[in-house]
């Protein structure tokens, strides 16, 4: 068959052309007409237990030559928009970025999908010297197993995996012997065991050949130079899974921030009161209530989410950060105006964070505007830009530190998050004539800022100072006022008072 040809002798002046390409195009589609005329999806049905199992594994064979198909074709692809081949790349040509934006959009694969084509493909296929002449793969063994779909992509992967590390600290020879011992257990022919190895048990097989060919290992900062990363996954549910694998003094540094900002306070109230009595200068019945007021609810998962919330939005408003376009790192949010204009208390609506496939509530995108302030960029419906307004609803820096200095952290008692890692929240809504002001504006952390209606925490200003609520839940009598500027004072008065009593001596 002339794909197979194409794929197991890739001569180097041979490439196929249009018409030949034309022609392999056409044979695979009438072999797609004819599997689906053979075999529909509805008719595995159709099969007893035996029969089933054969026909799955039939297909699972033409998949393997499909998958080899497809690591070779993005292999050329990769190739052809190599960067040092400037305007002559494939992919500029086509108008994408780079070779993973054009299979994407060819193949409709995810990025990883595509990147894990082209990185595999790369190190299995057939190179070229200097001369023009072949230079056979560093994996002949696998290369040609994934050829012929004797082994599949997992199994590739996996026995590069295991034996790519190990070429730095042995010679070729005994890693391509490795390899071809991994090939053959794969294929169920090495002797040992007439059953072919699964792809996990190949990964086991290459972990242990790995011990073997390089007992001491490669470097162990080199090996976690080499796997450290850090991924955002696809929404799920409302939610963006995250991966990865950070380095020792990463995670280090990490830890100590989550320590910093996440103190216990989880433990019944009569077991510290009387120390935070003593500590803080608090007479027994002010440490209870102060304790009782401080009980957070959110599971240890959560509050270290919200901590990270702060850190990354901390680190846009740094001085030192890099800049887009010549401006801050900034959230671009779109949302329909009668949306935002809409009654804060009707939820209506939701807003689109541009790169988030997602939507965000209404009062996510009220609370980012309160931050960050908005700027109305009118698109008619045929996509046209046709008003841009000036940005407004925003606190000035000058506002931000003299907010800052009074508040001095987030204003929700028993939260430690320093004033200069808040959001500046608007007291009275904006959309209800509230004022971008000073006496308008008090510091939040991110969790607090974003669930402060849900949290049941109310919030005034009484001629420029902060008075907070607690919310029902955490006080079950009469609710009252509480200002929170005396109640630091009285805080930092006891404080003093500490210090001057422990130097007295």
Not at 403 to 427: F, N, S, W
Not at 439 to 468: E, K, P, T
Request: contains cysteine; neutral net charge; glycine residues 10%.
């Amino acid at each position: 068959m002339f794909v197979t040809n194409l794929l197991e002798h890739p001569a180097a002046d041979a490439v196929p052309g249009p018409s030949a390409a034309a022609r392999v195009v056409a044979e695979l589609q009438s072999l797609a007409g004819v599997l689906g005329s053979t075999l529909a999806c509805a008719g595995v049905r159709s099969f007893d237990d035996d029969g089933l199992l054969q026909v799955t594994g039939a297909v699972e064979v033409l998949g393997r030559r499909v998958d080899a198909l497809r690591v070779a074709a993005a292999a050329e692809v990769a190739d052809r928009s190599r960067p040092e081949l400037g305007t002559g790349q494939l992919s500029a040509k086509k108008g994408c970025r780079n070779a993973g934006e054009l299979l994407e959009r060819v193949t409709l694969v995810s990025g990883p999908t595509a990147g894990r084509r082209m990185q595999l493909g790369k190190q299995l296929r057939t190179g070229l010297s200097l001369g023009g002449k072949p230079v056979p793969p560093t994996f002949p063994a696998t290369a040609a197993g994934l050829a012929s779909g004797a082994i599949g992509v997992d199994t590739a992967d996996a026995i590069l995996t295991a034996l790519t590390p190990t070429l730095r600290c042995t010679d070729l020879d005994s890693v391509q012997a490795a390899e071809s011992e991994l090939v053959a257990s794969a294929t169920g022919t090495n002797g040992a065991s007439p059953v072919p190895a699964s792809a996990d048990e190949i990964r086991w097989q290459g972990s242990v050949w790995k011990a073997v060919l390089a007992p001491d290992g490669s470097r162990p900062d080199d090996h976690a130079v080499a796997a450290r990363g850090f991924r955002l996954g696809r929404e799920r549910e409302g939610v963006v899974p995250v991966s990865g694998l950070l380095m020792p003094e990463i995670a280090g540094k990490l830890h100590r921030l989550f320590d910093a900002y996440l103190s216990p306070k989880s433990a019944p109230v009569a077991f510290h009161t009387e120390e935070k009595a003593h500590r803080e200068g608090l007479t027994p019945e002010e440490a209870r209530e102060q304790a009782l007021l401080e009980r957070d609810d959110r599971t240890p998962d959560q509050r270290r989410h919200d901590v990270l919330a702060v850190i990354l939005d901390v680190a846009s408003r740094a001085g030192e950060a890099p800049t887009i376009g010549g401006a801050p790192a900034t959230i671009l949010v779109s949302v329909r105006e009668e949306d935002l204009n809409a009654d804060f208390g009707q939820g209506r609506g939701v807003g689109w964070i541009d790169g988030v496939d997602s939507p965000i509530a209404i009062n996510a995108v009220t609370d980012l505007i309160s931050t960050g302030g908005q700027q109305k960029v009118v698109i008619n419906n045929e996509g046209r830009i046709i008003a841009l307004g000036s940005p407004e609803r925003c606190f000035t820096p000058a506002q931000r530190r003299a907010i800052q200095l009074r508040d001095t952290r987030c204003i929700i008692p028993g939260c430690k998050i320093p004033a200069g890692m808040t959001e500046i929240h608007h007291v009275i809504p904006h959309s209800e004539g509230g004022p971008t002001h000073t006496d308008n504006g008090v510091c939040l952390c991110w969790w607090h800022h974003r669930y402060l209606a849900a949290s049941g925490w109310a919030i005034r200003m009484v001629r420029g100072a902060v008075q907070i609520m607690a919310p029902p839940w955490l006080e079950t009598g009469v609710r009252e006022w509480r200002s929170v500027t005396k109640s630091r004072t009285r805080m930092t008065d006891a404080i003093e008072r500490t210090n001057v009593t422990r130097e007295d001596h």
